[in-house]
Nanobody
């Protein structure tokens, strides 16, 4: 069974950093596009970042560009999201998702359960 598990969330002060990890079991992430999404209280889920296979590139929402970095660690079968200079508006449950097409522009079939990031003083 394909499964993704997020980890690394927690409470951090504004301006701080966190590193989220997305670990796969049952499949190899090398062949999948991996997207990070988040959902804040009372808001719709939004895309944060994505790393593709077909385009061999990365994407970031304007709100996180120059603060967040997505990367693969193929040896550990994980994808990470390094989050720097965090703001209160970054508070959300963060999800990773895998797309078999390898493209960030197509469907994500497998989703993790999410990890909570809270940015507050």
């Amino acid at each position: 069974q394909l499964q993704l598990v997020e980890s690394g969330g927690g409470l951090v002060q504004p301006g701080g950093s966190l590193r989220l990890s997305c670990a796969a079991s049952g499949f190899t992430l090398d062949y999948y596009a991996i997207g990070w999404f988040r959902q804040a209280p009372g808001k719709e889920r939004e895309g944060v970042s994505c790393i593709s296979v077909t385009e061999q590139t990365t994407y970031y929402a304007d709100s996180v560009k120059d603060r967040f970095t997505i990367s693969r660690d193929n040896a550990r079968n994980t994808v990470s999201l390094q989050m720097n200079r965090l703001k209160p508006e970054d508070t959300a449950v963060y999800y990773c998702a895998a797309g078999l097409s390898g493209s960030c522009r197509r469907d994500f079939e497998t989703w993790g359960q999410g990890t909570l990031v809270t940015v507050s003083s």
